[in-house]
T-cell receptor
Framework: GENVEQHPSTLSVQEGDSAVIKCTYS??????FPWYKQELGKRPQLIID?????GEKKDQRIAVTLNKTAKHFSLHITETQPEDSAVYFC???????????FGAGTRLTVKP | DGGITQSPKYLFRKEGQNVTLSCEQN?????MYWYRQDPGQGLRLIYY???????QKGDIAEGYSVSREKKESFPLTVTSAQKNPTAFYLC????????????FGPGTRLTVL
């Protein structure tokens, strides 16, 4: 089955700096890669996702890149703000397969 | 936020007792999931169901059981066979086609004394 590894486990940045979180996956059939944000005490929510037919996707300050050959994908947050502080999870699945696997999470702290 | 609910928010049980966690959704989603969240281990898949009356084991199904008698409901039973049941449990749902975004419930924190 799919195995997703996520690094780093914790990340601390100064407000305004960029943050990068990286994930690798094992199943070459995976073609859907979402990122979820979980604020303290709240449920995970989707912030961005990418499918294997594109290499990059951006949404305001958030971007995700995908390298299918190397089987890794990354989340980039620019101009970080204190409200970006949360735990971020990457995941991978075969599109429409409904069998998603999550990384262990990255706790991001943005210091004002 | 709305559309998928879990109850109760906190649950305490004595060791050796079975306990059932509720998950209900009104999003008309076919697929539903149960995850366990422990510190530093992310979300681990317990069971998932793609359609009524059908479900599959995830990575850590031992000691758990589920049923899917209705599209809206996917209860999880934590049995006495689960060796370390104290954890935060998240339920989620998604459409079987389309975007595949999973919508999560607010979670249930189970503590076994």
């Amino acid at each position: 089955g799919e195995n997703v590894e996520q690094h780093p486990s914790t990340l601390s940045v100064q407000e305004g700096d960029s943050a990068v979180i990286k994930c690798t996956y094992s199943d070459s059939a995976s073609n859907y890669f979402p990122w979820y944000k979980q604020e303290l005490g709240k449920r995970p929510q989707l912030i961005i996702d990418i499918r294997s037919n594109v290499g990059e996707k951006k949404d305001q300050r958030i971007a995700v890149t995908l390298n299918k050959t190397a089987k890794h994908f990354s989340l980039h947050i620019t101009e970080t703000q204190p409200e970006d502080s949360a735990v971020y999870f990457c995941a991978a699945s075969v599109y429409n397969n409904n069998d998603m696997r999550f990384g262990a999470g990255t706790r991001l702290t943005v210091k004002p | 936020d709305g559309g998928i609910t879990q109850s109760p928010k906190y649950l305490f049980r004595k060791e050796g007792q079975n306990v059932t966690l509720s998950c209900e959704q009104n999003l008309n989603h076919d697929a539903m999931y149960w995850y366990r969240q422990d510190p530093g281990q992310g979300l681990r898949l317990i069971y998932y169901s793609q359609i009524v009356n059908d479900f599959q084991k995830g990575d850590i199904a031992e000691g758990y059981s589920v049923s899917r008698e209705k599209k809206e409901s996917f209860p999880l039973t934590v049995t006495s066979a689960q060796k370390n049941p104290t954890a935060f449990y998240l339920c989620a749902s998604s459409t079987t086609g389309g975007k595949d975004e999973q919508f999560f419930g607010p979670g249930t924190r189970l503590t076994v004394l």
